[in-house]
């Protein structure tokens, strides 16, 4: 017996071959619940597969999201991919997902496979600050919501957070316990977010009348690896930090091996809070304090956000969605070791209590 056909179910459902169509495309009202379950029920039993490619070049829709991320193995962004997966999969689109590395180039030719595959819609976690495919992306009618970070330019819907306000309060934690060494590790010039968060951090120490030390800016890769080089070089600084802002989980981590490596202790010998939360750090030795930025809620909105566009003919908007942060204190910041206190603390600053605040923006 040869493959099984539409009209196949629909001799055996009693129906027609039109009602087949429609109930297996999922029009609602387009039959009885009692037709559609024995449609089903024939298709099943028969073993009738729709046929996608006919389907999608009838209705010029392929039923597929594209999902570009910057690092498959960052933890920060796979509850990224689970929230757009959780809205877009019961809508019965698919999601293929793209890993770029950090890497513009790889994000172009990401972005490019994508179009060429039809995709119906893309989100994309760009690094890159020249929007110019995405641009030709949006010239061709496909919508695109962005993650995490905006590119100038480029008017398209996007979903992020309050990374500058985070940043700074996250500074402000450890000015708050008399730091004035205080250091960050982040990442080269790149996508919007980093910048921000850059910036926040030499605005807390602007607004306590302090300026960033030499050396204290310490660059690495978005990795594990880069926040362990990064936090090593300012540990071999003559005068070293007594605080370590971290930028990303990742480096983070990667800056509490290297403050290890080194014979320190957190906070005893150096204080650090980190940029994105992880669901180890409150049982970690001492508990890791973090700006948690949820990243299952910001890929739940920017899919909710894809599904408006693609239903709707009359497009709405563009919109800028800000998703709250949330400051989680815990034990990994404490006062600078006895040797480097300064005994004038910035007028009315006490250490934060082991409370936990929101970051509410946009």
């Not at 989100?123 to 061709?140: E, M």
């Not at 998703?323 to 404490?334: L, N, W």
């Amino acid at each position: 017996m040869g493959r099984p056909t539409m009209a196949d179910v629909a001799r055996a459902a009693e129906v027609s071959t039109a009602t087949v169509s429609r109930v297996l495309r999922g029009v609602q009202g387009a039959s009885s619940p009692e037709t559609t379950a024995r449609v089903l029920e024939c298709a099943a039993e028969l073993g009738y597969i729709v046929n996608g490619v006919a389907s999608s070049m009838r209705s010029r829709r392929t039923g597929t999201v594209g999902l570009v991320i910057a690092d498959v193995a960052n933890p920060w962004f796979g509850q990224l991919v689970g929230g757009v997966e959780s809205v877009l999969g019961p809508a019965g689109l698919s999601v293929i997902l793209t890993n770029t590395n950090n890497s513009v180039e790889r994000e172009r030719e990401a972005v490019q496979t994508l179009l060429q595959k039809q995709v119906d819609a893309l989100v994309v976690a760009s690094s890159s600050t020249d929007g110019a495919h995405l641009q030709r992306a949006v010239a061709r009618g496909t919508p695109i919501v962005l993650v995490d970070a905006a590119v100038a330019g480029l008017d398209v819907d996007t979903v992020t957070v309050d990374n500058e306000t985070a940043a700074r309060m996250a500074v402000e934690h450890l000015l708050d316990f008399g730091h004035r060494d205080v250091a960050i590790v982040c990442s080269a010039p790149g996508p919007a977010s980093d910048q921000a968060r850059m910036d926040g951090y030499h605005d807390a120490l602007a607004r306590r009348g302090l300026t960033v030390q030499p050396g204290y800016v310490s660059i690495g890769s978005d990795t594990f690896e880069g926040g362990r080089q990064a936090t090593a070089g300012l540990l071999a600084l003559p005068q070293p930090p007594t605080a370590i802002f971290a930028t990303n989980n990742l480096m983070t981590v990667g800056a509490l091996v290297a403050i290890a490596e080194a014979g320190l202790d957190v906070p005893a010998d150096i204080s650090i809070v980190g940029i994105d939360d992880m669901e180890w750090y409150p049982i970690a030795k001492p508990a890791i304090t973090a700006v948690n930025e949820p990243a299952a809620e910001i890929g739940r909105r920017a899919a909710e956000r894809l599904l408006l566009r693609l239903r709707r003919q009359r497009q709405p908007a563009t919109e800028h969605i800000r998703v709250a942060t949330e400051f989680r204190v815990r034990d990994s910041a404490g006062p600078p070791p006895l040797g480097r206190r300064t005994p004038d603390p910035a007028p009315g600053a006490q250490p934060a209590g082991r409370v936990r605040r929101s970051i509410r923006s946009g």
